[in-house]
């Protein structure tokens, strides 16, 4: 195992580092010292600009005290982190309050700032004083005082942080006034490198991360406190910065520092180490021991220090270099440095290799676990310059890899944008409720090991991009759109207005560059704050648009991706949603849109794109039959893109508990009929320049089964019916029409379909303390040397609602309707009106008329404040209009109750799975199922449902209301309802 252990246990343990903070400060001088050294104002502007600019919550605040009676009372108030006392030197005996502060307070370290000339007789005198931690030197640079928060904090914390590979810089050096110096420039240069970096994270988080794994700087002032400092951190060392003369044995020793370097020469051969001194003859010494070397007396000693700090220690820019100096190249970031190791020349390679530079590049940037790889880079017995660039690769690779893995990256930081399994972030804002899902689940994925659990198929979240909810926002008030909004423009004119309204800059730059760096189609979805809650779903309430991406021209691509993101924004204001957020007692003008973008999975087939399995999945079954569970879930597979589930069409549905069961059908002609006849693709070469419009169907190809034979995608999941034996063979290599049963799959498990459905049901529902819902698209490429994929692409919370309350079911009441097939739970009261299709004028070629009247007749109910119960024939919300009715949310958002209805020749499975059904219950509405000529399972007294008295007629449709409410009652356990005359 790694010394510093995984990168996730790293990013999760952001708040194991730097734990201690100085915060509170207590300053103990008189009021004219307090006052130079605030400047005023000066240092308290100093002291947050230093900590704001990381975004570090903790900044210090100093507490001024004159004596010792103010200094008790101070600290009896609050915690105490730090205490700066400026006694003066020519008062020795001044040091009495703080050597009480100290009995008292032994943890508190106390350092002294000092005015006065420190000459080596002073500063023996104050040592010898065991309440005092650190003299400082004041010279009117209040940079001093950052330097001592910071110095004081990394002492406390690098024992534990170095635990987790953070990094330490170690000055040497007995002078107060020179470190003093040299202390906030080292820190300057640290912290403009973290700031830097901050700024390249991949996301906040990492940022953080960087932060609190900047390099520390650990100081000694004698030969044996630097040996000890060595010795307990040599795997943490940056470097070391060294005086020549300083105490050694309780003696000035003349050559402390050349000894000291021989010590670490031999342990650390390749640690950068500065020697400095104010004896110019040193200089000689340094050289013939080939180290580099600084004079103290120099007028550009800071700049100079800051030079060998970037060059040395891999701050700043990678410079390429030959080995006699010439530049070749410079490297601003890991891909850049990528990049050019790839064709850089094997005598630079090697050459820095040998010296450790990348090693330490990366250790500068807390990338301690690639600095360690390749710090023991053989380059004595490796064969090779290839060898080398091959290793150092693959070094980088595994980089990317374990950052992408399982997070959400920042687009504005990432360099590497066109990476696999990545899900970034373009803006600022909330994720919203979809893309949060995904996120999650990514997150998890990675968490559980399960992208390469098993051999024949990889598990992933297809690359995804979200544009936070802030360029929502800003969209709309750069634009003015609530002042036209509010003039209640149609559908088609809210569509036009925002499609004509520019993006805000920021987001129209990031487009740009995604469309360069991503060439496949995608899928811009909504992914609203409110989206896929636990409580209101959204589901399918707002437009989905595909973007064909392929056309040669970019301008056309990246116009079509902005069309798309303007129209995902536009629906929000459409009817659907806000008539579903009108039930919920929500104000549309409270949603905010981010919006998904994921690259669309499928493969070509020619013209066409799309993939082999779509599917989603529910770890709870609301119509159980023997021998199925609730419990052990429902899913829903087909051929093509999943539109064909999610709005409610001919698919494929088996318990992963039982998935060799057959449907409930008679024999395998009706297996024929009752099977997917068609699915649905995007045609590339009709679709290349398409305009986006409100309508999201245009870009969907509907295509017959047998076009997908004709693409030999059927290999996983067809099957041929006989004419002549009539009977269904599992393959597709028979005579005869073709049929999806998936029954290579389920019966002969030739993928583990089953078990990775399982295993992400398992873990979605662990994860959020509740059933789930997942959506996801099975990729099986014609090139059999590529992995099959299984793409993880949504996750909502289900609604099941079954355990809220007992229901009493037994009352003896007359009753016009009961099913053991329903959901929700609860008693419905306050329901004086029935909307209901007449069985006499019932035909499925009127069902899209149907929709519509019924549509009208739920504008009276919207008018007046009324919820009705809706009754109609076969599967309701169906975009298959020969399976029923193809209500849309608005057309039925009144709607308290709604009854399927079964016909002779009309028997679609339910609405289970679609976006429909989901909301449905979600919003905690009812459900009845009436099968036809099974009255033990439910019943519908038509004779007394048109007798009642009607309001309001259309053609095919009734509005029925009286004075006295229907009630009707649901008891989620047993999944029975009725409701009452």
Known sequence: MNRFGDMKARFSGIHDLMKFRVTEILLISTAYDAYVLEEDGMLIEQIYHHFNDLSIPFIPRIHWVADGEDAWEELKLRPIHLIITMSRISDMSS????????????????????????????????????????????????????????????????EADSKLGVQAILLVDDSPAYYSQILPTIYTEILTQTRYLVLHAMNIKHGLLRVRLRPKILLAETYEEAMEIISKYRHNLLGIISDVRFPKNGVLHPQAGIELNKIVRENIPDLPFLLQSEEA???????????????????????????????????????FKYPDGRVIDKATDITNLERIIRDLPDASLYYHAKKNDF???????????????????????????????????????????????????????????????????????????????????????????????????????????????????????????????ATGPTEAEIAQKFTASPLPAGTKENLLVLTQYIKCPLAVRSSSILED??????????????????????????????????????????AAPVQYAKNADIRIEEEKMAVLIQELVGEHYGDYYYPAISGVAQSYNFYPYDPLKPEDGIVSLALGLGKAIVEGERVY????????????????????????????????????????????????????????????????????????????????????????????????????????????????????????????????????????????????????????????????????????????????????????????????????????????????LIREGRRCILVGFGRMGTADRWLGIPLTWEQMSRAMIIVEVDLKNLRPEPSLGSHFFHNLTATGMG??????????????????????????????????????????????????GIIYK
């Open 533 to 574: 809650s636990r409580i209101l779903p959204f589901a399918g309430i707002y437009n989905t648009y595909v973007v064909p991406n392929c056309h040669a021209d970019p301008e056309i691509r990246v116009k079509q991706l902005e069309d798309a993101v303007k129209l995902v924004y536009a629906s929000v204001f459409y």
């Open 281 to 319: 003859e040193n200089a000689a010494k340094a050289e013939a021991l080939r180290l580099d070397f600084l004079n103290k007396n120099s007028p550009k000693l800071l700049q100079n220090i800051r030079t060998y700090i970037l060059e040395n220690y891999g701050f700043g820019s990678f410079v």
């Open 653 to 860: 549905r088996f318990s992963p508990a039982y998935p060799k069961l057959n449907p409930l059908v008679s024999g395998p002609k009706e297996y024929l009929e009752k099977s997917q006849h068609a699915f649905y693709a995007i045609n590339f070469k009709d679709s290349a320049d398409i305009t986006l419009r409100a309508d999201e169907d245009y870009i969907y190809k509907k295509l017959l089964i047998s076009q997908a034979h004709k693409d030999q995608s059927l290999e996983y999941i067809g099957s041929t019916y006989s004419v002549e034996n009539d009977c269904i063979y599992d393959n597709i290599y028979q005579q005869g029409p073709k049929l999806v049963t998936f029954a290579p799959l389920l019966k002969y498990n030739r993928l583990p379909l089953r078990q990775i459905i399982k295993d992400l049901l398992g873990l979605g529902k662990q994860s959020f303390g509740t059933d789930v819902e997942i959506e996801f698209a099975v990729n099986i490429p014609k090139d059999k040397s590529k992995p099959k994929e299984f793409n993880f692409l949504q996750i909502r919370p289900m609604v099941v609602g079954r355990e809220a309350f007992e229901v009493n079911m037994d009352e003896p009441e007359a009753f016009w309707c009961f099913s053991h097939h329903t959901i929700g739970n609860g008693s419905y009261q306050n329901i004086h009106d029935i909307i209901f299709v007449d069985p006499a004028d019932f035909n499925l070629q009127n069902s899209v008329q149907i929709a519509n009247e019924i549509g009208e007749l739920n504008q009276v």
């Open 95 to 158: 040091f009495e309050v703080e050597t009480k502060i100290h009995e008292a307070y032994p943890n508190i370290p106390i350092v002294m700032l000092s005015y006065d000339r420190l000459t080596p007789e002073i500063i023996a005198r104050i040592r010898a004083i065991s309440c005092i931690d650190r003299v400082f030197h004041w010279s009117g640079d209040n940079k001093v005082l950052v330097a001592i928060i910071k110095y004081i904090e990394d002492k406390q914390n690098v």
């Open 927 to 976: 459900y009845f199922h009436i099968q036809y000529d099974n009255q033990a399972a439910g019943m519908l007294d038509w004779e007394w449902l048109l007798n009642q008295p009607v309001l309001q007629q259309t053609k095919f449709v009734k509005l029925v209301r009286r004075q006295e409410p229907f009630r009707a009652k649901i008891d989620g356990r047993s999944f029975k």
């Open 359 to 485: 090693s330490r590049w990366f250790r500068a940037r807390a990338e301690v676990e690639v600095a360690d790889r390749l710090r023991f880079v053989d380059t004595e017995n490796v064969s090779s310059a290839a060898d080398i660039r091959a290793y150092i690769l693959k070094v980088l690779n595994g980089y990317f890899q374990k950052y992408q893995s399982g997070l959400v990256l920042d687009f504005e930081g990432l360099s590497k944008k066109d990476m696999e399994n990545a899900f970034i972030k373009l803006g600022t804002g909330s994720l919203g409720g979809k893309a949060r899902g995904v996120a999650f689940m990514n997150g998890m994925i990675a968490k559980a090991q399960l992208a390469d659990k098993y051999e024949d198929m990889k598990i992933k979240v297809p690359r995804s991009f979200v544009i936070g909810s802030d360029a929502f926002e800003k969209f709309i008030e750069e634009n003015k759109l609530y002042s036209f909004l």
